[in-house]
């Protein structure tokens, strides 16, 4: 990904969003684009394809999400595929995701595990970072032995390596090992 992708996915997650709430549909867009874009991220390549026509292009995607999608949302997908932007539709769906969070005051953590969370250790957690962000906080808990134990969580910018692996990694930098 390059950094003017990631630029030009924001500016196109803006806009989106912005038509979405005039309309009222903030939350089915950013819930149409999250499905579609996992979807379509399945037949991308031959969305990408320059020798497959834009009209292919767009009938491909009604056929794939044009019954379970928003018309806006359709719209947008046709024109990224116009644009010849449609490698841009999963950074625009993580964007839109992250505005609609900021819209309703809350953050979304993505944490990472070595074993599965209880829900008391969900809700410690959650509490926790609720404390720290000052405001609402959405797990997206991932199993991952190669922690080997703890949990690692990114919030926004913030990253914190609580693991068993990340602590070992530590200190093997901090003795100067390879």
Do not use: H
Not at 63 to 81: E, H, K, S, Y
Request: glycine share 8%; net charge neutral.
């Amino acid at each position: 990904m390059q950094t003017s992708d990631r630029t030009l996915a924001s500016r196109y997650a803006r806009a989106l969003f912005a038509c979405a709430c005039d309309q009222g549909e903030e939350e089915s867009v950013a819930r149409d684009l999250k499905a579609c874009a996992r979807v379509l991220a399945a037949a991308g390549s031959l969305l990408r394809d320059p020798r497959v026509s834009t009209a292919e292009k767009k009938n491909l995607v009604m056929q794939i999400v044009g019954r379970q999608a928003r018309p806006l949302t359709v719209d947008f997908l046709d024109l990224l595929i116009e644009e010849k932007r449609f490698n841009l539709v999963l950074l625009v769906a993580q964007d839109v995701e992250k505005l609609l969070a900021q819209k309703r005051q809350r953050a979304r953590a993505k944490v990472r595990a070595a074993r599965p969370l209880s829900d008391d250790d969900r809700r410690r957690l959650r509490e926790r970072l609720e404390r720290f962000a000052g405001c609402g906080v959405e797990l997206e808990v991932e199993e991952d032995p190669d922690l080997l134990g703890g949990v690692s969580v990114r919030l926004g910018d913030w990253v914190l390596d609580g693991s068993l692996r990340g602590q070992l990694e530590g200190i093997k930098e901090a003795i100067g090992g390879d």
